[in-house]
């Protein structure tokens, strides 16, 4: 399970001519920065319950809240038992695009049936909105 953030930079590296390297780092660097900041913005939305698609997330069923009580964790659906599965996201970037996904294959088949239930994993627009400020800002 992956989120891509895209650019055209290479197009606009090739315009560029000489700068076309010292723009191609500064994109690669600013879709980075960018990427961390989308991870972040996961994050902190999810354990505070709510998907990007807007709203709460569903309840848990009762079996599985009474389960998440008894071994003294919330009952309000935040997507964390362990927190394996959100410590194992992390970013990469290429002077195209940002890649935010999941280093390990347990947390990454996790991520995609919870993202089922409950979508946590992309942006709605606003959130896309604040991330291209964001590169345009990074931007040397």
Same mark, same amino acid.
Do not use: C, W
């Given at each position: 399970?992956? !989120? ?7 197009? !606009? #590296?090739?315009? $560029? ?19 961390? !900041? ?5 994050? *902190? ?10 709203? #709460? &997330?569903?309840?848990?069923?009762? $079996? ?26 992390? $970013? ?14 347990? *947390?990454?088949?996790?991520? #995609? ?20 400020? $964001?590169? &345009?800002?990074?931007?040397?």
């Amino acid at each position: 399970m992956e !989120v891509r953030i895209k650019s055209n930079a290479k197009a !606009v #590296a090739k315009r $560029v001519g000489k700068k076309g390297k010292e723009l191609s780092d500064s994109i690669k660097l600013a879709l980075l920065k960018t990427g961390l !900041v989308g991870a972040n913005i996961i994050e *902190e939305r999810t354990s505070k319950g709510k998907g990007f698609k807007g709203g #709460a &997330f569903k309840k848990y069923n009762s $079996v599985y809240a009474a389960f998440r009580a008894s071994k003294g964790r919330s009952t309000k659906p935040d997507l964390r038992f362990t927190g394996q599965m959100m410590s194992a996201m992390t $970013v990469k970037s290429n002077s195209r695009e940002a890649e935010i996904y999941f280093t390990r294959a347990e *947390e990454s088949k996790k991520a #995609a049936m919870n993202n089922k239930k409950r979508p946590f994993f992309g942006f709605s627009r606003s959130e896309e909105r604040k991330l291209g400020k $964001v590169f &345009f800002r990074a931007l040397k």
